[in-house]
């Protein structure tokens, strides 16, 4: 577990080194096939039964051919055994030509597995508009071998990694019914991160038993608390998703929003994806520092969402950020244009422990105190309060720097 992530229920227990595999029945692995120069960049994950599965997907409009041939799949069975996914070339604007890549990857990797096709989830991640090297593709999904001696999701998690400096992973542990059902996750994304998903992967495995229409419903709104809650740039890609597997081999009572341990489940995947969340927001191309922005008291959680994330998108902060100046007037900027329904003489807002707008008026606090919290600190915390109602959320982002430009000036070369 991130050191960013807190645990808020006793009943979750953090599997420390715990991984996409350490839910019973899953395997995985990476390998280089030639698309980039040196790094891993083909990566695959396989449960040993045809696991339910949800899907939440980006919401740009350019949706790359994986996506439909993901999609085309859990549509048929509400089913997935097997994902096969690359990095270096993303497989997006490149016409019927791309969406056969997408089919032939799906099929390939299918027949080296001995699975049916559309048992078969299909993913892409790196520069848009070019076509994937195909050959080099099938060469290296016939390298995979015997599934659980080639095991190994610290190479999955390196294979499916762009611009990313780390890999991200989570697990966690609970009891339903008296049987261990563990929840792990792994996920890609650093830069074109935005709300609505993102240039972001997220592919998290379970060996719960859940019934398929209540596993669609808790992804949704987990992702909608979580990874639709981080920024790091305002751009919203064009292949991203989070896949959710469910293979039932922790053998309990099948789990549904009717079942009495249902939030106990629901807590533990939102636990996952939020240090994922997270751990994708620190990882933000170039950043040096984590932003996380409370929000309460707004007339509706809508509102709060609306003020959260004004705040945390706005380069204007981010750039403060960074260079840890403690300028409040962009803040409150960015929540009086967010559209959320306030009264600014009501607004208090705090920047790590120092209140600096109370009954929307300054509030006096010490400017070289707060310069040394934004100096010293890796995480920044802005806490704002509109006292207009029960609303409340939870954003994450991350500053803008010099090396944000710098990496994405430079991104294809």
């Not at 577990?1 to 029945?25: D, K, L």
């Amino acid at each position: 577990m991130n050191s960013i992530e807190q645990i808020i229920n006793e009943e979750i227990r953090v599997v420390e080194n715990g991984s996409i595999t350490t839910p019973a029945g899953f395997f995985a692995g990476g390998l280089h096939c030639g698309i980039k120069r040196k790094k891993l960049d083909l990566g695959w994950l396989y449960s040993v039964v045809p696991a339910t599965a949800a899907c939440v997907y980006t919401t740009n409009q350019f949706q790359a051919p994986p996506l439909i041939v993901t999609k085309e799949g859990i549509e048929k069975s509400q089913k997935i055994q097997g994902v096969i996914v690359n990095s270096g070339i993303a497989n997006a604007c490149t016409g019927n030509q791309g969406l056969s890549n997408a089919y032939e990857m799906r099929k390939l990797f299918a027949e080296q597995m001995n699975i049916q096709e559309y048992l078969v989830a299909v993913s892409s991640t790196g520069v848009i508009g070019e076509q994937l090297p195909m050959e080099k593709i099938k060469s290296g999904i016939s390298e995979i071998g015997d599934i659980q001696r080639q095991n190994d999701p610290s190479e999955f998690e390196k294979a499916i990694l762009t611009t990313d400096t780390f890999s991200k992973h989570v697990c966690v542990q609970l009891q339903i019914d008296g049987k261990t059902v563990t929840i792990g996750g792994t996920a890609k994304g650093s830069g074109m991160i935005h709300p609505n998903m993102a240039t972001m992967l997220g592919f998290i495995t379970t060996d719960a038993v859940v019934k398929e229409a209540d596993l669609q419903i808790a992804l949704k709104q987990v992702v909608d608390k979580t990874f639709n809650m981080i920024t790091v740039d305002g751009d919203t890609s064009t292949n991203d998703m989070v896949l959710l597997l469910a293979n039932q081999q922790a053998n309990h009572q099948e789990l549904s929003i009717l079942h009495p341990q249902w939030q106990l489940f629901m807590e533990g995947l939102e636990m996952v994806c939020r240090s994922l969340a997270k751990q994708i927001a620190k990882d933000g191309e170039g950043a040096t520092k984590l932003i996380e922005v409370q929000v309460q008291g707004a007339s509706s959680c809508e509102d709060a969402k609306k003020v959260a994330k004004s705040i945390i998108g706005s380069n204007l902060v981010k750039t403060a950020v960074f260079g840890e100046d403690p300028n409040w007037g962009r803040i409150i900027a960015a929540i009086g244009y967010s559209g959320a329904q306030l009264n600014p003489e009501h607004l208090k807002v705090r920047l790590g422990p120092f209140t600096v707008i109370e009954k929307g008026l300054p509030f006096p606090f010490s400017e070289a105190e707060a310069k040394h919290y934004l100096q010293q600190n890796e995480v920044i915390q802005i806490f704002a309060d509109l006292y207009c109602g029960g609303g409340k959320a939870t954003a994450w982002g991350c500053d803008l720097t010099y090396d944000y430009v710098k990496i994405n000036a430079s991104y294809r070369t």
